[in-house]
T-cell receptor, first 116, second 114 residues
Framework: NAGVMQNPRHLVRRRGQEARLRCSPM?????VYWYRQLPEEGLKFMVY????????ESGMPKERFSAEFPKEGPSILRIQQVVRGDSAAYFC??????????????FGPGTRLTVL | AQSVTQLGSHVSVSEGALVLLRCNYS??????LFWYVQYPNQGLQLLLK??????LVKGINGFEAEFKKSETSFHLTKPSAHMSDAAEYFC????????????FGTGTRLQVTL
């Protein structure tokens, strides 16, 4: 059973370009979470999605950032017109259905975004 | 609202010594609590979790943590540190009974010296 997959692992963009980060949850998991980790800081929640639905986007910046989790395919975190302050590690996590999930989240290896 | 405070951004111990990493939480509902470990340039790996069953929780790699409601604490311990324990450790709090976001502390970097 493969773990949470993220790609690319490293992404370099110039200011003003778009960044697309992909996350494939563990098999059987329908909940996906995105977190951002700035250098020397902890993880900050960004958005929580279920298939085709955004459940909680309270941590998403109001502009330039969007996320989706289509019926088929991976979850995508999209950052438009990137700025240097977007440089960070972006982690995806997934969790299974049901109360037995106990809110345990399984994390991917992260995508490290560098904005030049 | 939920929050986590990790006291000590850096902790250094000698190999073989006791490891104690502190975590205090704030939650308006009975919390679920987690400790994750992060090795350099890697993702987070779950060490252990408290989900309202036993207050003393045993995890992987010899780590354990005790939930103390009266102190709102969930400190992580290991009796004898190993060089391979050197990593960043994050405490996190979540809400029980439903899938939802985790709120993380700022992390504690553990250094293990010879």
């Amino acid at each position: 059973n493969a773990g949470v997959m993220q790609n690319p692992r490293h992404l370099v963009r110039r200011r003003g370009q778009e960044a697309r980060l992909r996350c494939s949850p563990m098999k059987g998991h329908s909940h996906v979470y995105w977190y951002r980790q700035l250098p020397e800081e902890g993880l900050k929640f960004m958005v929580y999605l279920q298939k085709e639905n955004i459940i909680d986007e309270s941590g998403m910046p109001k502009e330039r950032f969007s996320a989706e989790f289509p019926k088929e395919g991976p979850s995508i975190l999209r950052i438009q017109q990137v700025v240097r302050g977007d440089s960070a590690a972006y982690f995806c996590a997934s969790s299974p259905e049901g109360p037995q999930s106990l809110n345990e989240q399984f994390f991917g290896p992260g995508t490290r975004l560098t904005v030049l | 609202a939920q929050s986590v405070t990790q006291l000590g951004s850096h902790v250094s111990v000698s190999e073989g010594a006791l490891v104690l990493l502190r975590c205090n939480y704030s939650s308006s509902v009975p919390p679920y609590l987690f400790w994750y470990v992060q090795y350099p340039n890697q993702g987070l790996q779950l060490l252990l979790k408290y989900t309202s069953a036993a207050t003393l929780v045993k995890g992987i790699n010899g780590f354990e943590a005790e939930f103390k409601k009266s102190e709102t604490s969930f400190h992580l311990t290991k009796p004898s540190a190993h060089m391979s324990d050197a990593a960043e450790y994050f405490c996190a709090v979540g809400k029980p009974g439903t899938a939802s976001k985790l709120t993380f502390g700022t992390g504690t970097r553990l250094q293990v010296t010879l």
